[in-house]
């Protein structure tokens, strides 16, 4: 019998998941807004909340071993719960004069607790979900996050123009209390894991062994690791810093025209997240090399284009729909790539591989926006210097992984 997809746990879990991520985007738009009109620079907030990220790279493996040896509905719940409390004491806390050192402060809070609930979701969703439901569940919860990055900035930012930073904390601590109590009638089965020695000697072991599964028991999961990390690099590089880089120095064009964009590229994200969702059931294995490869050809049109000699608005439709291309099949990619990840993990090894994935993915994504936005910045008159080549490298990186793919294809059947 197959098992169906919004099982009791799987949809509390995604109505947790929609009612947190609306909390956290609203809650970041608020806080960059307020940061903006108190010191007139967006660089001092998006300087904040790189420096934020830190302690979640850091702290992720710790965050993973959690996940492999506590209630994860426990942990969930506390978290959430905790996230909550720490936006409203710092909206109780904010005096005008203090405003950026409380900002600053939460945020590194939120980074933390981030750090040890992303691995904890991830690991949840094989525990609910069996076969192709798995593949078809990391696509809904894409779809869940695309829909609140789609609705939560128009209406937090007319939240927060209406009235004023504090209303809209308020509002994200009732989004956190709100998915926590979602959490609290989930059911998981946990077995209490065997403990040697102290809690330090207890995180090394966790750690060797999760090392020693991925170089040497199964090192297919590390590749594909590698392989999430490459095709991140390069799309949060061109996406990212080449989108408004593009829109507004290149072409000239107004912020109109690059929030046009962006709605766009997050239509593009849902619409790829359910393609993933269609097809966890027909797309083999060995073709995930065509869908990596397909990342490469859908960058080269938005090179070719500022080579020709066309008008202004066709560079522009090109130049969008290429990048809309670019984001579907990251999240096609991403999809079952993190579900391959998922299934073929024991379930004791789970919330560390996850948070592998996830500490891999935020180190490799500033490094892909620093090292395009000094490419943009020296090839800003020849940007097709910049997008050409990499979309030739991508597709040769996915022809180049056809073997390993199939070999993974046919490991999946064996173990079957």
Avoid: W
Avoid at 236 to 251: D, Q
Wanted: hydrophobic share 55%; proline share 3%.
């Amino acid at each position: 019998m197959t098992q169906k997809l919004f099982t009791r746990n799987f949809t509390l879990l995604i109505l947790g998941q929609v009612t947190s991520l609306f909390g956290n985007f609203i809650l970041k738009l608020a806080l960059s807004m307020h940061v903006l009109e108190e010191t007139g620079s967006a660089a001092v907030f998006a300087g904040i909340l790189s420096a934020a990220t830190i302690p979640t790279i850091i702290l992720s493996p710790l965050g993973g071993i959690l996940a492999d040896r506590a209630d994860r509905r426990n942990i969930m719940v506390a978290l959430d719960g905790l996230t909550g409390l720490s936006v409203l004491c710092a909206a109780l806390f904010l005096t005008g004069k203090n405003d950026l050192a409380v900002i600053g402060i939460l945020l590194v809070i939120l980074s933390v607790l981030g750090a040890f609930e992303t691995p904890t979701v991830q690991a949840c969703i094989p525990t609910m979900l069996e076969g192709d439901q798995i593949m078809k569940g990391n696509a809904v919860v894409n779809q869940a996050a695309s829909l609140s990055y789609l609705t939560a900035p128009m209406l937090g930012g007319v939240f927060y123009a209406a009235f004023g930073l504090k209303p809209v904390m308020y509002a994200s601590v009732g989004c956190f209390f709100i998915t926590a109590l979602f959490e609290c009638f989930i059911r998981l089965s946990y077995e209490r894991s065997p403990r040697r020695g102290g809690v330090l000697s207890t995180v090394r072991e966790d750690f060797r062994e999760s090392m020693r599964y991925l170089s040497e028991e199964e090192s297919g999961v590390a590749k594909m690791l590698f392989l999430t990390a490459f095709s991140r690099f390069f799309v949060m590089g061109i996406v990212v810093i080449g989108l408004p880089f593009l829109v507004r120095a290149v072409l000239g064009l107004n912020a109109g025209y690059y929030g046009v964009a962006e709605s766009a590229l997050a239509v593009a994200t849902i619409l790829g997240s359910i393609a993933a969702g269609i097809l966890s059931e027909k797309l083999k294995i060995h073709k995930l090399s065509a869908v990596l490869a397909s990342l490469g050809v859908f960058i080269l049109p938005a090179g070719i284009v500022y080579i020709l000699p066309v008008s202004l608005m066709i560079k522009y439709a090109v130049t969008v729909a290429s990048l809309c291309g670019m984001q579907a099949v990251i999240s096609i990619f991403s999809v079952f790539a993190v579900s391959l990840i998922q299934q073929r993990t024991p379930n004791h090894l789970i919330g560390k591989i996850m948070a592998y994935t996830s500490a891999i993915t935020l180190c490799v994504q500033p490094v892909g926006q620093i090292v395009y936005g000094f490419l943009f910045d020296r090839f800003s008159g020849a940007v097709s210097v910049i997008l050409v080549p990499t979309g030739l490298i991508v597709c040769a990186v996915g022809a180049s992984s056809a073997g390993f793919f199939r070999r993974m294809e046919k490991s999946a059947a064996e173990k079957c």
